[in-house]
């Protein structure tokens, strides 16, 4: 025993060398060995750096960072007249408060630009100018720190607004007939300047050689094939729309404050639901309307479908899912905000099956598709059932096959009229941009399905003065990108009407 006793102090005082340290695991294959979460990492460097140039190192130190930051979803089925004075009396903000104000500023400054290049306005403009020109003097006066100057983001915007209008709209020429003798439009592939190779283990396969983490080039074209004459219409969208029983509670720019654990009310119910400031943005971009029939086709954890059931509009949501593990998740959210009060209305219905099997053309008029991606924040922190296992490297490398059926199902599913919005918490433009131009083809090709893309540059132009817009050349959504001074997102999403 002694003995025994000797060699284990030994071995705590001298450092063992990797080769003597684990007997099963021979040292040279356990040095070679990289956890998911760092082959992520590894990946995001080589892949995302060539995509965000200088915005990468940022947006990175973000992604690492332990505490992300959220935002207060007040619970209408709780005591909201309660709830609101004690969210602001922690110093948070009404995000519709905030988006009301800083439009009026946002339609001053346009006045004071125009007037600066000789488009003076009239008289009835000049007076709004000086009210609009008081409220901004308060703002500043509150909030003189953190929110950037909007003269200086509206002139930058000039160049980019100059770029949108040049996209709408987009023909789609086939590249299948004849590739050797069709001049490829290069407009409607999502270009990246890093290598192609790291880009294939995003793009989708009909086929996949073993485990290789590569894809053909030629199977990427493949992918975008059978596009005849059509048009991608692109339509600028001027404000954003806030339900008027929905209430959003953050804090303002560089404030890392955090939300204290909520409580329950006299309902029995908790007081708001806490989530990452992006997810918010989908669900304004839906509009939701009275009366109106709701499909959140992928809705665990819930967050989201919870976020639409408290505007009180929805005649019914229907929340989906694939799995059992997921819908479980998705009704502990449910029984924890609403317990049963929207079940015996009537107006929640949760359902489980595969997406893209759903098959009720025209029942829904908003249908919401938070698809499976990568969750590029979550996979940096936890190897746990991680997308970057190689137990799961075809299930990664279809991916944006996948999202790309499901979002063709949803505008498909749509009523004429409708609003599809998609999103996702991936800076890839694969998975965004790309998906969206694949479905978008593919709805028209197999059920003539025309949908108008909503440009929505200028009604979040009012939403700068919080959230970080991604600076690329995104041709059909937009993306909200985290940092350090506001580390929440990325979100990534795309708002689609249905018109035939």
């Known amino acids: 025993m002694i003995v025994l006793l ?64 959220y935002m207060a979803v007040v619970n209408n089925f709780s005591d909201p007249e309660r709830i609101q004075p004690e969210l602001e009396l922690l110093g948070a903000i009404n995000l519709k408060s905030l988006y009301n104000v800083q439009k009026e500023n946002v339609e001053f400054f346009k006045a004071k630009r125009a007037a600066r290049y000789g488009n003076f306005p009239d008289k009835q403009n000049s007076e709004d100018i000086t009210t609009s020109k008081d409220q901004l003097a308060e703002l500043q006066t509150t909030y003189s720190t953190n929110y950037p100057n909007l003269f200086e983001t509206l002139n930058a915007e000039t160049t980019e607004f100059v770029k949108e209008d040049q996209r709408i709209p987009t023909e789609l020429k086939s590249i299948d007939e004849n590739l050797n003798e069709v001049e490829l439009d290069t407009n409607r592939i999502v270009n990246s300047p890093v290598d192609s190779a790291i880009l294939q283990e995003y793009i989708p396969a009909t086929k ?21 004459d059509f048009q991608i219409n692109v339509e600028k969208e001027f404000v954003l729309p806030f339900p008027e029983h929905l209430h959003m509670y953050a804090f303002e720019r560089e404030n890392n404050s955090r939300f204290p654990n909520p409580k329950k009310g006299s309902t029995g119910v908790s007081d708001y639901y806490l989530f990452d400031g992006g997810s918010i943005l989908p669900v304004l971009a839906l509009d939701i309307q009275f009366n109106d029939m709701v499909l959140d086709m992928c809705a665990a954890p819930g967050g989201k479908a919870l976020t639409i059931l408290q505007t009180l509009m929805p005649r019914i949501l229907v929340a989906n899912d694939v799995t059992e593990s997921r819908i ?60 970057f296992k190689p137990s799961r490297v075809k299930e990664r490398l279809k991916m944006p096959e996948v999202q790309s059926e499901i979002l063709t199902t949803a505008l498909k599913l749509v009523s004429v009229g409708g609003t599809v919005v998609y999103s996702t918490c991936s800076l890839s433009p694969v998975q965004n941009d790309g998906v969206v131009h694949v479905a978008l083809k593919k709805a028209w090709e197999e059920n003539n399905s025309v949908m ?38 990325p979100m990534y999403f795309c708002k689609m009407v249905k018109v035939q």
């Open 328 to 387: 479980k998740r998705l009704k502990n959210v449910m029984n924890q905000y609403v317990l049963n009060m929207c079940e015996k209305e009537n107006m929640l219905i949760i359902t489980q099956q595969d997406a893209r099997a759903i098959d009720e053309n025209g029942r829904y008029n908003k249908i919401l598709v938070d698809v499976p991606c990568t969750t590029d924040r979550h996979i940096l922190h936890s190897d746990d059932n991680n997308i």
């Open 452 to 489: 108008v893309v909503k440009d929505m540059t200028e009604a979040l132009l009012p939403l700068r003065c919080l959230y970080n817009f991604g600076n690329i050349d995104l041709k059909y959504g937009h993306i909200v990108v985290p940092n350090l001074k506001n580390n929440w997102g």
């Open 6 to 69: 000797n060699k284990l102090k030994l071995k705590q005082i001298v450092q063992v060398s990797a080769r003597y340290a684990h007997e099963k695991i021979h040292w040279a294959k356990l040095k070679k060995k990289k956890a998911a979460k760092d082959k992520a990492l590894e990946h995001f460097n080589e892949f995302y750096a060539g995509v965000y140039g200088d915005e990468w190192p940022d947006i990175r130190a973000a992604l690492l960072s332990e505490e992300s930051k």
């Open 208 to 228: 996949i050689k073993g485990l290789d983490d590569w894809v053909l080039e030629s199977d990427y074209y493949r992918f975008y094939d059978k596009a005849s």
